[in-house]
């Protein structure tokens, strides 16, 4: 993956296919602690503390298509390699916690890339599920809530185009307002 | 925020006309794009996008834009199904966002197949 909000989409699949409901992502993208820390926390139906133990071996999947799932080892392999760590936490029931710690000025570390795009196409793919997306500097913080743009739309899905293109149009505008005050 | 918020307010209004509309449309058609590990490290995610904003730019009330799973021919991704009523399902593959343009003009408005892009059209499978 070339960005990790690349790995962020495809976490959020592992989410969404426990059935959650509620699913919080959070970057912290610190400069003064070097550290790039994503983290993603669902309630959807968890792991047992079996599954939990292998679900980083490459060839380990609850799908019964075919036995691969690569989601979960391509991203610890990603912050290992900046000599970061990945933790994944769980409950049965009450879902699921994984945050992977990367070192932010190593040269492996991917850029976090475009959020606007997986935030846009996670809304799209789960107009039903909320996302809240909050992502913090050492001196800035944007937040995003879908419960929000839900409460104002009433019956509308998030997944019509025209909200979908204004949820980028939102994100972007708040984006490019953080990058002009951290200049 | 408030200005944009009130877009939203509108927005929500205007979709509630067309959610009427699409209803009556008999004539609808689904497209899928492949959206598991191997579609999303193999460019799923601006697909994706260019598919519902073309859709949207053309005001095609008449498509829905879905998301699925791995489709199982993972070096051929991003993939894309095309489910039209009556019709046999269209698979293309290896798609960009410029091959998505075409695609919606000439297929989805003009009931074309971009034959040149389909599964069909890969030397490996035939």
Partial sequence: ?183 | MAKSIEELRAIREKMRDQIDLRHKDENNIRVVVGMATCGIAAGARPVLNAFTEETRKRNLTNVTVGQTGCIGLCQHEPIVEVFEPGKEKVTYVAMTPDKVARVVLEHLVNRNVVAEYTVGSLDTLK
């Fill in chain 1, 1 to 183: 993956m070339k960005e990790l909000s690349l790995h962020i989409l495809d976490l959020v699949q592992n989410s969404l296919r426990a059935e959650a409901k509620c699913i919080q992502i959070s970057v912290k993208d610190s400069v003064s602690e070097d550290v790039l820390e994503i983290t993603i926390a669902d309630d959807g139906y968890g792991m047992d503390a079996a599954l939990l133990a292998r679900v980083t071996e490459p060839f380990v999947t609850t799908r019964t298509t075919r036995k691969m799932g690569m989601g979960i080892p391509l991203f610890q392999m990603a912050a290992e390699q900046t000599g970061g760590s990945l933790s994944i936490e769980s409950t049965p029931g009450q879902g699921t916690t994984i945050r992977g710690i990367f070192a932010r000025a190593h040269i492996d570390t991917p850029p976090l890339g475009d959020m606007v795009e997986t935030l846009v196409t996670l809304v799209q793919g789960a107009p039903d599920v909320d996302f809240l997306y909050r992502y913090e500097t050492d001196t800035q913080t944007l937040t995003f809530d879908t419960r929000e743009i839900r409460e104002i739309l009433e019956d509308v899905p998030l997944n019509a185009p025209d909200v979908l293109h204004w949820i980028r149009g939102h994100l972007q505008e708040q984006e490019a307002s953080i990058e002009n005050e951290m200049r």
